[in-house]
């Protein structure tokens, strides 16, 4: 073990150094609406999956799993603002062996109940058409009209038939969860401060048979990813070299996203012969559905049957969005990682690099197949994030070992912070750009003429390899919380 570390360190500095040598910059977008069917289910719409060693002070021994849902919320998004959706199935799924099928599933179920709050007009009790009914600040809040609560099942080995354990509040042993409501606005929980309080409230203690305890959040948070969407879809109508920090508008900046935040003990999740685990998230709805044009009562416009079918998945940010081609988009969001061999021809053979050449006029490496991608973004590298025994699959891979970073690299790996993307995925870190550079052939540049990164090409495979390429916006670590669940305040629905 100490021998594989003793390696890994070496190849992650030989890694760090030579990526280093090319800025100190940022990175890409993640999956907001990437597909054409899930663009019609925003509520069970995954955008983007965080895995990091957790940084708060005292918490290096767990790990940080965030999965992002809800894309593009409008803070002012009222009456009935942003909730799971009861009919849907969230789950976190980690791959702790190598092998592409998950091993530990996290499965979030959502309830939400109406307490038919009234107001006495003319003498009857009239239902009241407003969320909340006075201020809020407190859990389950008695002038809070919608109760929104959730279970969490932790499953071994296959998600549908493995062992199976409802987790339990560390405090009383309940096993149900509430969620705060969304940040309605400043008179309701009097400003910024008093909405965090509310939301603090609802950061649980849960217990996790077999490994102690972890924590557990589930509610609105601003934004955190960061990125010029516009401008990158409008045919990269930007500067690709212009300045690296804060030179273009993010688009993001002004939205909110409901989040699921797990955190649990490292020796939980990770096994006794391998530091590296790989993670993915994916969202399911029943396969039939029956509209209901007359309902009656809260939440009974639908009703929903038979088995659960996948319509949502997310590994490492921006693949579907900008990877696989717009005809396979709705099908990659159905697969597992043990069927990504259907999607090889779009790493291997990317399109992405041709688009930037043909717009941007950046020469797109020459290596085919690109076997630099596949190993960056399917396997992980060898020495920094890589299992022992890899299958190539899409998913976000994290090692345990790497000690966690006093101060945070925006450029992970690229700027010398080892605890950094593609090793894992923390809220600062630019995936937009370290993406970029990476597939206009980064690797192939700094790996040398002797292949020291083991990626299977050379630099002079990629004209472009050494170019800066960004999109103009940046944040850092000090942009977010440095504790859990790490992202900031929601924006209120007054702003």
Not at 170 to 194: L, R, S, W
Not at 250 to 277: H, M, Q, W, Y
Request: charge should be neutral.
């Amino acid at each position: 073990m100490q021998r594989f570390i003793n390696n890994k360190m070496v190849c992650a500095a030989a890694v760090a150094a030579a990526l280093a040598a090319m800025s100190s910059t940022p990175a890409l977008a993640s999956s907001h609406r990437e597909a054409p069917f899930i663009g019609n289910l925003p509520a069970v719409d995954g955008t983007d999956l965080y895995m990091f060693r957790s940084y708060e002070p005292g918490r290096q021994d767990f790990v940080t799993m965030i999965a992002n849902y809800i894309p593009f919320q409008d803070p002012q998004g009222g009456p009935n603002f942003f909730k799971f959706d009861q009919n849907g199935l969230y789950e976190i799924h980690v791959d702790n062996v190598g092998d592409a099928k998950e091993h530990i599933t996290f499965q979030f179920r959502f309830t939400n109940t109406s307490k038919g709050l009234t107001l006495p007009i003319g003498g009857q009790a009239i239902g009241i058409p407003l969320i909340n009914s006075g201020t809020l600040s407190a859990v389950n809040d008695p002038k809070l009209n919608v109760r929104e609560t959730y279970t969490i099942d932790m499953v071994k080995e296959d998600r549908r038939s493995g062992s199976r354990t409802r987790l339990s509040n560390a405090v009383g042993g309940a096993t149900v969860f509430d969620k705060p409501v969304d940040n309605i606005g400043a008179k309701t929980f009097g400003g910024a401060a008093g909405y965090e309080a509310y939301a603090n409230q609802h950061i649980y203690r849960v217990a996790i048979p077999g490994c102690g305890e972890g924590r557990v959040f589930v509610g609105q948070r601003k934004e955190p990813f960061y990125i010029a969407v516009g401008k990158i879809f409008d045919l990269f109508n930007l500067n690709p070299l212009g300045p690296e920090a804060n030179g273009n508008k993010n688009d993001l900046e002004a939205k909110n996203i409901s989040s699921i935040a797990l955190e649990v003990p490292i020796s939980c999740l990770r096994t006794a012969g391998d530091p590296v685990i790989g993670a993915y998230t994916t969202s399911s709805v029943r396969q039939g559905r029956l509209i209901n044009p007359s309902p009656k009562g809260y939440n009974n416009a639908s009703k929903d049957g038979g088995a659960w079918t996948q319509v949502s998945r997310l590994g490492m940010p921006l693949v579907n969005e900008v990877v696989i081609g717009l005809n396979d988009k709705d099908r990659f969001n159905t697969s597992r990682p043990s069927g990504d061999t259907q999607f090889i021809n779009y790493v291997t053979n990317p399109t992405l690099p041709a688009l930037v050449e043909t717009i941007l006029g950046a020469k797109a490496p020459t290596n085919f197949p690109r076997n630099d991608l596949v190993t960056v973004f399917l396997k992980g590298l060898e020495g920094v994030n890589q299992p022992k025994n890899v299958v190539a699959s899409e998913m976000l891979r994290l090692n345990t070992t790497t000690p966690v970073s006093a101060l945070q690299n925006p450029l992970g790996v690229a700027g010398g912070d080892n605890a950094g993307f593609p090793n894992g995925r923390r809220p600062g870190d630019d995936v937009v750009d370290v993406s970029l550079r990476v597939a206009m052939g980064a690797l192939c540049f700094l790996t040398g003429a002797t292949d020291t990164l083991k990626v299977g090409c050379k630099p002079s495979d990629a004209p472009s390899g050494s170019l800066p390429l960004t999109d103009g916006v940046r944040k850092t670590a000090a942009d977010f919380k440095t504790t859990f669940p790490y992202f900031n305040t929601p924006l209120p629905g007054n702003n």
